[in-house]
Structure formats: structure tokens, C-alpha cells
Nanobody, 116 residues
Framework: QEQLVESGGGLVPPGGSLRLSCTAY????????MNWYRQAPGKAREWVFS???????QSINSVKGRFTISRDNAKNTVYLQMNNLKPEDTAVYYC??????????WGQGTQVTVSS
């Protein structure tokens, strides 16, 4: 069964750091484009960061210089390292394969809360 499982969320003060992990099960991971999305309270879900099979990375402007993405194909895992977190980064973060396409695979999400 294909499945994505996220972990690593939590409560941090502004300026803090978190590393999110997403492990894929039942999927040929190494050749997949992996995405991170987030959804803040009362807002639409937005794409945050992607890493291709060849490790080409793309992100939204608001996280450039603060977030990084990486993947470990041996562990079927993609990571999102988040530094200098801001209150506006508060959201549920989702791992994804397939983007917004019908049939895309989503994880269950992990809550990130940035607050003093």
C-alpha cells in the first residue's frame, strides 16, 4: 500500500528550527518528485518546496534562505529543514507525490506552530 508518513512537527518560538521528515512506503521513491505543502488556519493549502529525483530544488520565495529540502533514497525519506521560523510559518505541513493532480498521494500532515 502506498503511503507517506510525516513526522517532526511541534511548537517552537520565533527564530527556532524544526526538521520534518516524510517516509514513503510501497513506492518506488528514488524516481519521484517529492513535494511539501502547508495549510495555515483559514487559508488555502500552498506548495512550499520540491526536490526532484536528480535533486533539483524549488521553493516559494517566502522560505528561501530559511528552509532547505533534502532526500535520502536509501531511507525512502525526504526532509524539510526549517530555520529562523516565523509565526506566519504556522501550518499543517504535508508531504506529497503528484502535486495537485487527481490521484496524488498525501501524508496525514504534521502540525508546526511558531509562537512565543
Amino acid at each position: 500500500q502506498e503511503q507517506l508518513v510525516e513526522s517532526g512537527g511541534g511548537l517552537v518560538p520565533p527564530g527556532g528550527s524544526l526538521r520534518l521528515s516524510c517516509t514513503a512506503y510501497g513506492i518506488t521513491f528514488s524516481d519521484r518528485l517529492m513535494n511539501w505543502y502547508r495549510q495555515a488556519p483559514g487559508k488555502a493549502r500552498e506548495w512550499v518546496f520540491s526536490i526532484s529525483s536528480s535533486r533539483i530544488k524549488q521553493s516559494i520565495n517566502s522560505v528561501k534562505g530559511r528552509f532547505t529540502i533534502s532526500r535520502d533514497n536509501a531511507k525512502n525519506t525526504v526532509y524539510l529543514q526549517m530555520n529562523n521560523l516565523k509565526p506566519e510559518d504556522t501550518a499543517v505541513y504535508y508531504c506529497n507525490i503528484g502535486g495537485e493532480l487527481t490521484g496524488a498521494l498525501w501524508g496525514q500532515g504534521t502540525q508546526v506552530t511558531v509562537s512565543s
